[in-house]
């Protein structure tokens, strides 16, 4: 379990901003008046319980395999003055294709549009992490990369460039090892850089590299712009319909989509999700 | 093109657009824009530098804990040792809570209510059938649990279970179902609701409905204290006191192997009637091996795991002690309640190697399985009050050693009895929460139908054959 005191800053931090204006309060499963919704994404096995625990509290099982959280777990914590709200998503690999565990976690990030995706993304394994990484840019540019596993990264020779990983992907990158609550204060003022809009994202955008694709992407984003102004993520939309996704059309034609560029859908989604909560300790 | 906007043009012009793009290889495409993206992220930002070293013994690790032949003599001998140190380890304290709790506090209570005249329904409602119940499932479950999930816990956070996973890979494999399955079914061995929610990470339908028709299979945390009280008083004891524990631990495996291979059987046998498919390919990934943060573990299986399985089972058993004392003291002719019910149940339970006691309480432990040994002593005691000559709260100070001798002298139980109540105990419905939770991941009223009477059927089908063997044999 990592301690309270570990997550607060020690006194050589204490002449930095960023760490003494912060303090972190965990607040359990007690996720009432949130201020920000934080979605936990990420591949299985990157240590997403890890970093959910570390900063709500919570002791939700943490078990080294693959596939161990299959619903979504919540839990809030204050940091600055603000609530927040985190949601433990399923670990998945890819956000294309239809087993349940990766809709939910699709869903969440798309419906329930939180305010930030904390991205825990294995260092040891960057490529196949940042396929996933790459398509949540896709669908929302508030996004958090929380670099995680630096110590198995290090102990396998690795070294991982943070910075220019995080001039590629256009989004704050924190380096941590999750384990030993190392990175937390880091990745807790990151969120609140991008809540606030202190951090000029500048989403990576995945170069499709064929001009028929980039054309029919293009084309169909501009209509859905027109009929739905404001819609955060057109073109990723145009990309799913494109491929025909079932549940993403269904979403066009029973007005879901619709809510998205009111920002009405974290309502009815979350009435809609809570269904599928299923709260089991192990 | 229709620029008007509405929904279905939408979906018109996608429609027409995906025709041009070229249907199939759009997917192929998109993937392929997107591997070669994060190839090139990634390629740009990690260098290696010095020695993997760490990886060669990961590496070499890996050969031994997944080779062919091997990897599953560690298997075996990881499952026995793991019983082993559970059923040995909790010997001693189960018999020190045993005293405590049967024993002097029960003694204490009854003192209470006599000083303070309760009625005697009321202090046999309270003690000996709400308390007497609670501390049944309290003094036969916590020690065994509080030794049992840390090791298992110790052995999953250092990353054993996907191996685990990737040994029995093959097997299913063969049996046309999911691979992920085996991890599945690994989380049913902790509780078959979570085990069915867990196939959310197999995306075939096919393949996940056979995972959560099989699911129960897997002996979870309600169960596992009816094999291990069975296989100590019972299988235990038939080898020499210096072997006992080991025989005891090897019992209990050879149910968790049984299940394994049932569940194999079944998949196989739906993967080739109703639920027809080839197995899909999917690639499964080995975490590294992590050491075990031991404390911490400890911490959390004891405070998270054990006490939560232990409350839910405390909650299941007030108010079942409550039903099991007054349906075994209210009467209705002859006999009580209770008595009219094992009666009934009794001829076919003795047909199947049990007897209607056991029968019974299956019926009383639907909610919860862990009730299942507390409910059987309070009923054979009970019952067997009048052919024993013992009054209520004579001989509730029941160790291990008083527990058999109950069984064989008032239940007259066998080593027929015990070792069917073992297989009994792996093959028969699930319990209340996982058929809902069943229900409400398939939204199949078939489908949970199928997964709540096709263990029961099993369970029939094998204790009656053994029963009706051991019987041929002149075994008993």
């Known amino acids: ?282 | 093109m229709a620029t008007d906007g509405s929904a279905n043009d939408i979906l018109q012009t996608a429609t027409q657009l995906r025709a041009q793009i070229g249907g199939e290889q759009y997917h192929d495409k998109l993937m392929e824009a997107i591997y070669t993206d994060a190839a090139q992220i990634a390629d740009q930002s990690v260098s290696r530098e010095g020695q993997r070293a760490r990886l060669g013994f990961d590496q070499l690790l890996d050969q031994a804990l997944t080779h062919r032949i091997f990897g599953f003599i560690v298997m075996g001998l990881m499952l026995l040792g793991v019983f082993w140190l559970t059923i040995a380890g909790a010997n001693v304290p189960s018999a020190m809570l045993a005293d405590f709790l049967l024993g002097a506090v029960y003694n204490f209570l009854h003192q209470v209510a006599t000083a303070l005249s309760f009625p005697l329904w009321l202090s046999g409602l309270l003690i000996d059938g709400i308390y007497l119940a609670t501390a049944w499932v309290i003094s036969v479950m916590l020690p065994p649990m509080a030794i049992f999930f840390p090791l298992f816990t110790l052995l999953e956070d250092f990353g054993y279970l996907p191996r685990v996973a990737f040994n029995l890979d093959r097997l299913f494999h063969k049996a046309g179902a999911h691979g992920k399955q085996s991890l599945s079914m690994m989380m049913g061995f902790g509780c078959n609701a979570a085990g069915v929610i867990a196939t959310r990470i197999i995306d075939s339908p096919r393949e996940r409905l056979i995972a959560i028709i099989t699911n129960n299979f897997s002996i979870c945390n309600g169960r596992w204290p009816t094999l291990i009280l069975m296989g100590t008083i019972f299988i235990g004891a038939t080898a020499p006191p210096a072997l006992a524990s080991f025989f005891a631990a090897a019992s209990v495996v050879t149910i968790a192997v049984i299940g394994i291979f049932v569940t194999l059987l079944v998949s196989a046998f739906l993967s080739r009637s109703w639920l027809k498919g080839e197995a899909s390919v999917y690639s499964l990934e080995l975490p590294p091996y992590r050491p075990p943060r031991i404390l911490q573990t400890l911490y959390t299986s004891i405070i998270d795991r054990t006490l939560i399985v232990l409350w839910r089972a405390v909650t299941m058993a007030a108010p079942a002690g409550a039903v099991i004392w007054l349906s075994s003291n209210i009467y209705i002719g002859d006999a009580s309640i209770a008595g009219h019910l094992v009666n009934l149940l009794n001829p076919v339970g003795m047909l199947l190697g049990l007897n209607g006691v056991i029968l019974v309480a299956y019926i009383v432990a639907i909610p919860a399985n862990e009730i299942v040994i507390p409910t059987i002593l309070m009923l054979t005691l009970t019952l067997g009050r009048n052919i024993a000559g013992a009054q209520a709260g004579v001989m509730m100070e029941l160790d291990e050693g008083q527990v058999y001798t109950v069984l064989t002298q008032v239940g007259g139980w066998t080593l027929l009895t015990a070792v069917n109540l073992m297989l009994f105990s792996l093959l028969h419905n699930p319990c209340s929460t996982t058929i809902l939770t069943i229900w409400k991941e398939t939204k199949n009223v078939r489908w949970t139908v199928v997964a709540t009477i096709l263990p029961i059927v099993l369970g029939v089908g094998v204790t009656f054959t053994t029963a009706t063997i051991a019987r041929l044999l002149g075994w008993v």
């Open chain 1, 1 to 282: 379990m990592t301690t309270q005191t570990e997550t607060l800053p020690t006194t050589a931090c204490a002449t930095c901003p960023a760490f003494n204006s912060a303090q972190l309060r965990k607040l359990g499963i007690n996720t009432e008046d949130w201020d920000y919704v934080v979605a936990l994404a990420g591949n299985p096995n990157t240590g997403k319980s890890t970093v959910f625990n570390a900063l709500t509290g919570l002791r939700q099982h943490v078990g080294n395999w693959p596939g161990k959280t299959v619903a979504r777990a919540e839990g809030g914590f204050r940091y600055d003055d603000a609530n927040y709200k985190l949601v433990d998503l399923p670990g998945t690999y890819s956000l294309l294709s239809t087993s349940v565990d990766e809709e939910i976690a699709r869903d969440f990030i798309l419906f329930g549009q939180p305010d930030v995706t904390i991205v825990v993304v294995d260092a040891t394994r960057l490529e196949r992490n940042l396929n996933l990484c790459l398509q949540i840019l896709e669908i929302t540019d508030r996004v958090v990369v929380a670099l995680n596993l630096m110590d198995e990264a290090n102990r396998h020779g690795l070294k991982v460039d943070e910075r220019h990983l995080m001039r590629q992907l256009g989004v704050p990158v924190v380096p941590m090892v999750a384990r030993r609550g190392e990175g937390i204060p880091e990745l807790l003022n990151a969120v609140r850089q991008v809540v606030r809009g202190e951090f000029a994202v500048r989403p990576h955008r995945i170069q499709y590299r064929d001009s028929q694709i980039e054309n029919a992407v293009h084309n169909l984003a501009a209509q859905l712009d027109a009929r739905f102004p404001g819609l955060p993520n057109a073109r990723w939309v145009a990309l799913r319909l494109l491929e025909g996704d079932e549940s993403i059309e269904r979403a066009l034609t029973e007005g879901t989509l619709g809510d998205l560029q009111r920002g009405e859908a974290i309502k009815s989604q979350n009435e809609r999700m809570t269904m599928g909560v299923v709260g089991y300790g192990d």
